[in-house]
């Protein structure tokens, strides 16, 4: 009973998350913001689901599973976001002059 | 979950299938598109969990939206890259950019026809399907002799057992597949190593990555091909999993691709359906063909996954990489006569 | 409620209509090979539907073995498809057929560079 409540609490937490990265992906203007949003919220959302997902395993070697899900996705994501934007910064510095960009400002998409 | 909550979420997994897959099709930018098709691979994966087939879930995740993602993704890459190498003469630098858009569609008056002939069909197979009585189908004779076959995943043992002549053939379509797309190399390219040239950096993220995943991913490879026997999980699977291990570990720069020349990557790719067919004919010597006698049943059974899942792996890795090509010459030098 | 194999069915009968359509209408090559596979998953889950439309019951195994074969030959045959595509590209800077762009006093330019 308890461990359902701390489920639906922890899921929903994490839904939420997810909801306000999606909202940065739409919002935000430019490559490297948008992948900020989508690193930083999706992740927690991720280990909120997995936390809530948590309680209602049945035995170490699930929690070990999930666990190992949490982990692998996170350094997938991390890697995968890096190297977006990585890219994304050489293809914006191949298109605005470097005198003309503002410092540590946005530059144009 | 049961009832609304059940049917209700299926509804909405149907109709995110239907929107993602109406995007891939519809969008203008061919990239977009084949993002939109691996999320499409993805609910896809999730409608057949839904469905209760576990195994066809782990494959569609694993190939259709995987490594049929990445293979489209490479694919589309490539063709620009194709495109300016065979530049017509009279256009310049900036050719490529300047182009308009080519209209990528049939004209408005054969849409009509078409909607009309597209929506008919679907019309036609969702009443066959809702028309059929909902039979056992095969599931009795299956599990009847499931004791006999050596493993306990139905699936598994239809697959190398009861069908294993199917397997058998499929091993070997991948492998004329592969030689298809080998054969399509140029003469003057053919040893070269197939793929794409990759800029990642000796002590950057994605090598780090390619020196971290692969035990995991060699771990979680095997485990599939090892768990198959009993729950959800095989040799196509787990294949699946090695051949995206060996190209991340390409990717990364840490391993270059084999030569097509190479005898050792040719031993690796045939080893499998060799194997298999040799098992057969032991089989049809001492009575049927592909015969596998109950008591060693388990045991071959794994000797076979073993060797397919190798060749399996070598070969979705290799069609991925594709032909060898040369690396691009400047635009405006022609190297095809057509 | 309705069933999920019902529901699942009827979206993989939706599935390969749109397919088709994309298919006849799209002239780059590309799209076609995105709308074959569309084809192809839509076919598997009418298949895969059609096998698990008992309530209670486990999905039926042969079908599912069907389907993963089917998965893993139409990943070859687009593999090869890309192949061809791309070779075709390149010796003839085409990214359609010729018939389907008669019509098309510009001839076939090439597409734009993915972004």
Known sequence: ?109 | MTGYAATGFDLVLAALILATAGLAISVRDLFAAVVFFIVYGIFVALAWLRLGAIDVALTEAALGAGLTGVLLIGAVARLARNLVERRPEGSGEGGLLAAPPVSRAASPAARIPAMLGSAGISAVLGWAFLAQPADEGLRGPVAANLASSGVTNPVTAVLLNFRGWDTLLESVVLLAALTGVWALARDEDWGLRPGLRQHARAAGVLATFGRLLPPFGLLLGVYLVWVGASRPGGAFQGGTVLAAVWLLVMMAGLMAPPRVTSPRIRAVLIAGPLLFLAIGLAGALAGTFLALPPAVAKWVILLIESGLTLSIAATLALLVLGPPQSPATPAGHTRDRP | MIASATIFGLCGAALIGLGLYSYVTNRHLLRRLLAFNVIGSGIFLLLGASGARLPLVAADPVPQALIITGIVVALAATALGVGLVLAYARVTGRTSLPEDSAGDSAGDTPQEPPR
Do not use: C, Y
Request: net charge positive.
């Open chain 1, 1 to 109: 009973m308890l461990a359902d409540a701390m489920t639906v609490g922890f899921t929903a937490t994490g839904l939420l998350f997810f909801l306000a990265g999606t909202a940065g992906i739409i919002r935000f203007p430019d490559t490297l913001s948008r992948l900020h949003a989508l690193t930083k919220a999706d992740n927690v959302g991720l280990g909120l689901l997995i936390a809530g997902l948590a309680f209602q395993a049945p035995d170490w070697q699930s929690l070990g599973k999930l666990a190992l899900i949490w982990v692998m996705a996170l350094i997938a994501a991390g890697t995968t976001a890096q190297l977006v934007a990585r890219s994304a910064a050489v293809r914006q510095s191949r298109r605005t002059p470097p005198e003309a960009a503002p410092q540590g400002g946005r530059e144009a998409p």
